[in-house]
T-cell receptor
């Protein structure tokens, strides 16, 4: 019940395409859903986050879509660029967890020029 | 702020040796997390502390692993004795956690190779 399932494991798109990464969870106590971006040789860094009281959040070219009833959320990258090539992790957290995040397994995205 | 500082950045050691990884969290943060990352298993939480107290160490693989946080500005992860299967990148992260949700800031990681 503590798991966050992420798919696909890897994704290749052409420049300008819209890669979509999906995550699903079981624990309805989760109430915070961040996405982290990791470049090779670096630690993950927060990209964008959403709470379940909204169905969508946009920050620049990055959008999170959230479906509370289906217990699913996804990351969309508009007009993807080669510089977006990285590994993306979804995560979930619950109130009172002292900052602990449950991470998905990650998606390695490659954007071809 | 300098961010989360980890040392060493790279460590190569022989099987059976003791390895100590170090982490300095961001000043003022009260939660600290140790993760291990491998291709096969992804990002695994090993242990986390809140206000220097270990909260959940269920991710620590076995008794060969131990972690301490003697004060708010320093933590260590020790492996004794090390084995080749411990080879991975180890990340430390910190956050300012209260009842709500706060961003975790990751360090650059320590790449450990056990031969």
């Amino acid at each position: 019940q503590q798991q966050v399932k992420q798919s696909p494991q890897s994704l290749i798109v052409q420049k300008g395409g819209i890669p979509i990464i999906n995550c699903a969870y079981e624990n309805t106590a989760f109430d915070y859903f961040p996405w982290y971006q990791q470049f090779p040789g670096k630690g993950p860094a927060l990209l964008i986050a959403i709470r379940p009281d909204v169905s969508e959040k946009k920050e620049g070219r990055f959008t999170i879509s959230f479906n509370k009833s289906a217990k699913q959320f996804s990351l969309h990258i508009m007009d993807s660029q080669p510089g977006d090539s990285a590994t993306y992790f979804c995560a979930a957290s619950m109130w009172g967890s002292q900052g602990n995040l449950i991470f998905g397994k990650g998606t390695k995205l490659s954007v071809k020029p | 702020d300098a961010g989360v500082i980890q040392s060493p950045r790279h460590e190569v050691t022989e099987m059976g040796q003791e390895v100590t990884l170090r982490c300095k969290p961001i000043s003022g943060h009260n939660s600290l997390f140790w993760y291990r990352q491998t291709m096969m298993r992804g990002l695994e939480l090993l242990i986390y502390f809140n206000n220097n107290v270990p909260i959940d160490d269920s991710g620590m693989p076995e008794d060969r692993f131990s972690a301490k946080m003697p004060n708010a500005s320093f933590s260590t992860l020790k492996i004794q004795p090390s084995e080749p299967r411990d080879s991975a990148v180890y990340f430390c992260a910190s956050s300012l956690a209260g009842g709500g949700h706060y961003e975790q800031y990751f360090g650059p990681g320590t790449r450990l190779t056990v031969t």
